[in-house]
């Protein structure tokens, strides 16, 4: 399993990669981003940095560091 195919439910029910998310991207946490928990953290991603609310290189650092904790 990688960052691109893991639900968002999955992301924020282990605390290590919540963590990770909140550490690096705490202004995801003010958005409802629970509300879609059966989408792939791929599909938020490219979605909330198409939307310019997260930086391209704040995302792929995020996935390279979820990728190292699975």
């Given amino acids: 399993m990688d960052f691109r195919s893991l639900s968002v439910k999955e992301c924020f029910d282990n605390p290590k990669t919540a ?4 550490e690096l991207a705490p202004n995801l946490m003010k958005y ?3 509300l879609f928990n ?7 991603f490219d979605l909330v940095v198409s ?8 995302a ?11």
């Fill in 19 to 22: 963590n990770i998310v909140k």
């Fill in 32 to 34: 409802p981003i629970k």
């Fill in 38 to 44: 059966k989408k792939s953290c791929g599909e938020i």
């Fill in 51 to 58: 939307k310019k609310i997260l930086p391209k290189d704040v």
């Fill in 60 to 70: 792929e650092k995020i996935e390279t560091e979820i990728n190292k904790v699975l």
